[in-house]
C-alpha cells in the first residue's frame, strides 16, 4: 500500500491552510466542517475567505509566509500556485514532522485528501495515490448515486443501540445475521419514509422480542419517466437496484430495464405483452404473490405511477392486503415530452394553467367538461389521444377553442426516435393521419405548443401545413 489510510480527528485542533485564493477556501471549507481551528496565511483573502476571517471562523495570517506559521499546527495544506513556495511550506512542515499535503502536488504531499461521498457519520473516501484523480471523482460520482442518502441516519441509529445490539447477540455470526436483516430490511425503508421513531420502534422490536425475522416482501411503486433513461430518478436507480422481482409495464424501455440488479425476476405485465392482454387483476395477484413470498417487488411504470398509471389502485389493492407500499414518482410524460420538444407548459402571456386529461377509457369524451377545456389561456396535455384525435379535436371546436389554436403532437417523446408535428387545431386529425402518428404519443394544445417551432431541441420536428383533400386522396392511389 503506497499511502496508508486514516480517518483523522481534528476536531479543536489548529491546521493551516496557506493561499487565500478558491481552492484554499474548498479546503477551509471542509476543514471547517470536521471542527479544525483553521488558520489561513496568505497576503490577501478571496471575498468568501475574507468573510469568513471577518466573522472570526478563521484566523488570517495577513503577509507573506513565514514558518512560524507551522508552529502549533497539527496539519498545513499549501493551496497556492506558486510551486517554490509549495515545496518550501513542505520541507518546513517536514522538518518540524507535520503532516503536510501540496494541492495537486503528489511528490510534495505527506498526507493525500480524498475524493469523499459523505454520509456522515459513514464516509467514503477514495484515493489513487495522486495517480488518476479523474477515476477517484468518476468512482466517487458512482458511489454518490448508489449509497442512499438515508443512510447516515441508519448508520447513526445503530451506533446508539451498538451496546444493546453486542449484548443482544454475543455470538457474532448471530450478529452478523441481525446487521444483515438491519442492512437490508424494513429500517431503512421507515427512515427514507421521514419515520424515525417507527424505525428505531421496529429495531428495538426485533431486539427485544421474536431477534430477526426472515424479511418481509414489499411493494415499491416506481417511475420510469417516460423513456430516456437518464430521466430516471437516483431514488428510482436504488429501488431497481435492490429488487429482486420487477413488474413492468410495456412503456418502460429496455435500457431502462438494463439498469436493474443483474438477477432480478422481470416479469413484463405490459398491457399489450405479445399480443394478449394482461389484465390489471393479473397485475395485482403477481404482486401480491412475490410480497407474500418475501420478495422485494418493484411495480415499474411509465412515466409517473400517479399520473394515468392506475398505481393508486394498486396502492390501495396492496394496503388491503397488508402488503407494505412505498412509491417513488417519475416524470410524467407531460411534463418531459413538452420539454423536449421545447414547449413551455405555463408561460406567463399565455397559459396560467395546464390540465392532464386523458381521452382514453370508458367513455372519457362523453364525460370530459368540454366547455371548461375549451378556455383560453390554458394549456391541454393529453395522454392516450391518438385513437380519438377526431372526436376530441371536433369537441373543442364546437365548443369554442380557437381553429388556430397551436397544436404539438409529440411521439416517442425523450426516445431517440421522438417526432414532434405542430400544426393549428382545425388540421390536427388530417396531419396526424398524413404522418401516421403512433402511440406513445402526448398531444398538448394551447398557445405555447407554437413554442416548439423556434425552441425545438430534440429529435425531429415537422411543421408543414397539412396537405390538401385533393393530394390526400392521390397519395392514397397506389402508384
Ligand atoms: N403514467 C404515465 C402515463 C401512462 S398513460 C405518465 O405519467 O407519463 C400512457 C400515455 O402516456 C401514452 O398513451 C402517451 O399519451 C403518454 N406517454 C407516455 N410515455 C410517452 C412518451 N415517451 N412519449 C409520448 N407520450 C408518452
Known sequence: MKLYPLFADLKGLPVLVIGGGTVAERKVAALLGAGAKVRVGAPQLHPALARLADEGQVEWLHGGYQPAWLDGVWLAIAATDDRDLNARVAADATERRLLVNVVDDASLSRF?????????????????????PALARRLREMLERLLDHTLGALVTLAQQHRTRIVLRFPDLAERRGFYDWLHDGPVLPLLRRAQPAEAERTLLSALNTRGVSPGKGSVTLVGAGPGDPGLLTLQALRALNQADVILHDQL???????????????IDVGKRCAGRHVP???????????????????????????????????????????????????????????????????????????????????????????????NHRQTLAIYMGVERIDVLTARLLEYGRGPDTPFALIENGTLPRQRVITGALHALPALARQHAVGTPALLVIGE????????????????????????????????
Do not use: N
Open 448 to 479: 405555447v405548443a407554437a413554442m416548439a417551432r423556434d425552441r425545438a431541441w430534440f429529435g425531429e420536428l415537422i411543421t408543414q401545413r397539412p396537405a390538401t383533400a385533393a393530394a390526400q386522396m392521390a397519395c392514397a392511389e397506389p402508384a
Open 112 to 132: 493525500h485528501v480524498p475524493a469523499v461521498v459523505d454520509r456522515s457519520p459513514l464516509i467514503v473516501a477514495i484515493s489513487t495515490a495522486g495517480a488518476a
Open 280 to 374: 390489471q387483476d393479473h397485475t395485482h395477484q403477481l404482486m401480491l404473490m412475490h410480497a407474500q413470498a418475501g420478495k422485494r417487488v418493484v411495480r415499474l411504470k411509465g412515466g409517473d405511477p400517479f399520473v394515468f398509471g392506475r398505481g393508486g389502485e394498486e396502492m390501495a389493492f396492496l394496503r388491503e392486503h397488508g402488503i407494505d407500499c412505498d412509491i417513488v414518482p417519475g416524470i410524467t410524460a407531460a411534463v418531459a415530452c413538452a420539454a423536449y420538444a421545447g414547449i413551455p407548459l405555463t408561460h406567463r402571456d399565455y397559459a396560467q394553467s395546464v390540465c392532464l386529461l386523458t381521452a382514453h377509457g370508458k367513455d372519457a369524451t362523453d364525460t370530459l367538461d368540454w366547455h371548461a377545456l375549451a
Open 252 to 266: 418502460v424501455s429496455a435500457d431502462i430495464l438494463a439498469m436493474a440488479r443483474r438477477d432480478a425476476e422481470r
